[in-house]
């Protein structure tokens, strides 16, 4: 009898793995580098006795010296059988790492996996003061402090939740949009994806996207809420790279002095649902879509997609996890075919 119900358990598991498991990902290559930084000169510290370890003998430390920072941390997939024209490179939002595009919060295939599936080459970052980049000191170099969020802050801010006050740590009590897809259940895991930022450090940040730009070669561009306004501007630098801008609810533009520079790079636009529920989203929309129509005015191409208009409803900020993400992604992957940026 356990010898059945041990079979039982067997066939039920093997069952479930063939039914969720995906074809294997077959690549020629994976790596990372940094990019980007400068050296910077610090004086005028004392030396401090620190003890690396309990227990352990102190060392002199002397803070004064030559230092390290505003690097950028990338890593890169390469398919073994390229679709993509270009390589495809994710830029992540504000107080957020590359992990955005990894994984779901409830553990489905992140963007990352779904483009990789398509045959694009993937390059993934942390930007400048995030994750794998780095830290530097503060106020020295990095200026001001950095800013810290609450668990509740994401939920009530990024149209997970129903505006301010819809959080609860039990999550049958969150006040969750109206037929929302995000994930509640992983919630939890969305917020340990948080990392300190600063808003002092944009320039550094656009200058390592151009390192990278100029490392990778010619691109397309994915990026993500604060970084609107790093994927506008890094593509004014050079338009001769940058062959497609694909903004993810852009919270901030490009330089509206150079529309022109971006009138050769076709751009998509993508906003998702409930902006019009928000204190903040409808003015940031618009300003998004007001720089789409003066990148029109000035003879470039700008498709601006509202999801809850093509069928797709439920949308957060953080579209990327939510449920159908993979429907998202879909349009997406259309809208570059579309443009003729796969290959036969």
Same mark, same amino acid.
């Given at each position: 009898?356990?010898?059945?119900?041990?079979?039982?358990?067997?066939?039920?598991?093997?069952?479930?793995?063939?039914?969720?498991?995906?074809?294997?990902?077959?690549?020629?290559?994976?790596?990372?580098?940094?990019?980007?930084?400068?050296?910077?000169?610090?004086? =005028?510290? @004392? *030396?401090?006795?620190? /003890?690396?370890? $309990?227990?352990?003998?102190?060392?002199?430390? &002397?803070?004064? %010296?030559? +230092?390290?920072?505003?690097?950028?941390?990338?890593?890169?997939?390469?398919?073994?059988?390229?679709?993509?024209?270009?390589?495809?490179?994710?830029?992540?939002?504000?107080?957020?790492?590359?992990?955005?595009?990894?994984?779901?919060?409830?553990?489905?295939?992140?963007?990352?996996?779904?483009?990789?599936?398509?045959?694009?080459?993937?390059?993934?970052?942390?930007?400048?003061?995030?994750?794998?980049?780095?830290?530097?000191?503060?106020?020295?170099?990095?200026? =001001?402090? @950095? *800013?810290?969020?609450? /668990?509740?802050? $994401?939920?009530?801010?990024?149209?997970?939740? &129903?505006?301010? %006050?819809? +959080?609860?740590?039990?999550?049958?009590?969150?006040?969750?949009?109206?037929?929302?897809?995000?994930?509640?259940?992983?919630?939890?895991?969305?917020?340990?994806?948080?990392v300190p930022r600063w808003t002092t450090n944009?320039?550094?940040?656009?200058?390592?996207?151009?390192?990278?730009?100029?490392?990778?070669?010619?691109?397309?561009?994915?990026?993500?809420?604060?970084?609107?306004?790093?994927?506008?501007?890094?593509?004014?630098?050079?338009?001769?790279?940058?062959?497609?801008?694909?903004?993810?609810?852009?919270?901030?533009?490009?330089?509206?002095?150079?529309?022109?520079?971006?009138?050769?790079?076709?751009?998509?636009?993508?906003?998702?649902?409930?902006?019009?529920?928000?204190?903040?989203?409808?003015?940031?929309?618009?300003?998004?879509?007001?720089?789409?129509?003066?990148?029109?005015?000035?003879?470039?191409?700008?498709?601006?997609?509202?999801?809850?208009?093509?069928?797709?409803?439920?949308?957060?900020?953080?579209?990327?996890?939510?449920?159908?993400?993979?429907?998202?992604?879909?349009?997406?992957?259309?809208?570059?075919?579309?443009?003729?940026?796969?290959?036969?």
């Amino acid at each position: 009898m356990r010898r059945l119900a041990i079979a039982s358990a067997a066939a039920v598991l093997m069952a479930s793995t063939v039914t969720h498991a995906a074809e294997p990902i077959a690549l020629r290559d994976m790596g990372s580098f940094h990019v980007g930084g400068r050296l910077v000169v610090i004086t =005028g510290k @004392p *030396v401090k006795d620190v /003890t690396f370890t $309990p227990g352990g003998v102190p060392a002199k430390v &002397d803070p004064n %010296g030559t +230092y390290q920072v505003e690097q950028m941390y990338v890593q890169y997939f390469l398919p073994q059988n390229e679709k993509g024209a270009y390589p495809l490179l994710l830029w992540h939002g504000g107080g957020l790492t590359g992990v955005t595009y990894e994984t779901t919060p409830d553990g489905r295939e992140g963007w990352l996996n779904y483009f990789l599936r398509k045959g694009w080459s993937v390059y993934n970052s942390d930007a400048v003061e995030r994750g794998r980049a780095g830290w530097a000191q503060y106020p020295d170099i990095f200026k =001001g402090e @950095p *800013v810290f969020l609450t /668990t509740a802050n $994401p939920f009530e801010r990024f149209r997970i939740g &129903d505006g301010p %006050g819809s +959080y609860d740590p039990d999550p049958a009590k969150r006040k969750l949009m109206p037929g929302s897809q995000f994930p509640n259940e992983g919630y939890e895991n969305f917020v340990k994806q948080n990392v300190p930022r600063w808003t002092t450090n944009d320039d550094a940040t656009i200058a390592a996207y151009i390192a990278e730009i100029d490392r990778v070669g010619p691109c397309i561009i994915l990026f993500h809420s604060q970084a609107g306004t790093f994927g506008f501007k890094v593509a004014q630098a050079r338009p001769d790279k940058v062959k497609a801008l694909i903004a993810i609810e852009p919270a901030g533009v490009g330089d509206p002095a150079k529309v022109d520079a971006l009138k050769n790079i076709p751009t998509l636009m993508v906003y998702g649902d409930y902006i019009e529920r928000d204190s903040r989203w409808p003015k940031i929309r618009a300003t998004g879509v007001a720089f789409a129509d003066a990148i029109r005015a000035a003879g470039g191409s700008v498709d601006v997609v509202d999801l809850p208009t093509v069928g797709i409803k439920g949308n957060s900020h953080m579209m990327m996890m939510d449920k159908n993400n993979a429907e998202v992604a879909g349009l997406i992957q259309t809208w570059l075919e579309g443009k003729g940026l796969t290959r036969k």
